[in-house]
Nanobody, 116 residues
Framework: VQLEESGGGLVQPGGSLRLSCAAS????????MYWSRQAPGKQRELVAG???????NYADFVKGRFTIARDNGKNTVYLQMNSLKPEDTAVYYC???????????WGQGTQVTVSP
């Protein structure tokens, strides 16, 4: 099983980035997908999730700015991040959770830095 995040980088406040997470080795359509983040010195926190049927949920601190989406044909989940703030700086991780076994798989993360 492999989850590979991409799309991170350095962006100015107010800018946008789109993260991608490509999954292999799992039956993607049978996994709920999530994005989490971890800033230096802080605990990892859930950012957004999308279920197998496309239902989404967001942390309050990203509502209205971030959008999670999935493409089952490409085994990929996306996180569109708009109106980025310095406090969004973190390593962003995607994870999958099997709807059958509840087992989690995690990617290695991608760094997002929001700075002037």
């Amino acid at each position: 099983v492999q989850l590979e995040e991409s799309g991170g980088g350095l962006v100015q406040p107010g800018g946008s980035l789109r993260l991608s997470c490509a999954a292999s080795g799992i039956i993607f359509r049978m996994h709920d997908m999530y994005w989490s983040r971890q800033a230096p010195g802080k605990q990892r926190e859930l950012v957004a999730g999308i279920t197998t049927d496309g239902s989404t949920n967001y942390a309050d601190f990203v509502k209205g700015r971030f959008t999670i989406a999935r493409d089952n044909g490409k085994n990929t989940v996306y996180l569109q991040m708009n109106s980025l703030k310095p406090e969004d700086t973190a390593v962003y991780y995607c994870n999958s959770r099997s709807t059958v076994t509840q087992r989690d798989y995690w990617g290695q993360g991608t760094q997002v830095t929001v700075s002037p």
